[in-house]
């Protein structure tokens, strides 16, 4: 892996951004994070939507807090992840969704993006004034809990959620990361 970074999303990058999608629908696997499931066919209201509830004063669905999206992109400026900030944590996000949902492109893994997109993920948690957060992931995902454990996340408990599946519940502590 060469250099990579957290970059905010911007409508310059939308043939990345697109080979980046197909990518993940072409693997017929879930789609992580949850921003990255909306069709971006209209990329400049897909952007508009990634910026709709960056502050509390914006969220406006019942149930949603303020997050931030951020893309991850190598040194060849391809679009090789994606993670969703939160701000904070409802009921829900405190259950099973945590503060930082992340997911790196299926042709793209097993090259330290993640490890890397996580640690820049908890830079920005930081300099939002979190002194820790959440993390989860499903029970059998062992990469990413692996990824999490390597930057400092400390298991706390098992969840099971209303449609069955288990997810691992972890936190971090900022000064740790």
């Known amino acids: 892996?060469?250099?990579?970074r957290l970059i905010e999303p911007h409508v310059a990058y939308r043939e990345a951004y697109m080979t980046f999608y197909r990518d993940w629908i072409a693997s017929g696997e879930s789609i992580v994070?949850?921003?990255?499931?909306?069709?971006?066919?209209?990329?400049?209201a897909y952007v508009a939507f990634?910026?709709?509830?960056?502050?509390?004063?914006?969220?406006?669905?019942?149930?949603?807090?303020?997050?931030?999206?951020?893309?991850?992109?190598?040194?060849?400026?391809?679009i090789v992840g994606a993670v969703n900030f939160r701000h904070r944590l409802n009921r829900k996000l405190l259950e099973?969704?945590?503060?930082?949902?992340?997911?790196?492109?299926?042709?793209h893994r097993r090259q330290?993006?993640?490890?890397?997109?996580?640690?820049?993920?908890?830079?920005?948690?930081k300099a939002k004034g979190l002194d820790r957060v959440?993390?989860?992931?499903d029970a059998g995902n062992e990469a990413s809990e692996r990824t999490i454990l390597g930057a400092g996340g400390?298991?706390?408990?098992?969840?099971?959620?209303?449609?069955?599946?288990?997810?691992?519940?972890?936190?971090?502590?900022?000064?740790?990361?």
Request: aromatic share 12%; with cysteine; hydrophobic share 35%.
């Open 1 to 4: 892996m060469g250099e990579a």
């Open 33 to 44: 994070p949850w921003v990255v499931e909306k069709d971006p066919s209209d990329f400049e």
């Open 50 to 78: 990634l910026y709709s509830e960056d502050t509390e004063d914006k969220v406006t669905r019942e149930g949603f807090v303020p997050h931030s999206t951020y893309w991850l992109v190598n040194e060849e400026d391809e």
């Open 96 to 107: 099973s969704g945590g503060h930082i949902g992340y997911g790196i492109a299926p042709s």
């Open 112 to 125: 330290g993006y993640a490890r890397k997109q996580l640690a820049e993920a908890l830079k920005i948690a």
């Open 134 to 137: 959440l993390l989860v992931c």
């Open 154 to 177: 400390r298991f706390e408990s098992l969840f099971t959620m209303e449609d069955g599946e288990t997810v691992k519940r972890f936190w971090i502590r900022l000064e740790e990361a």
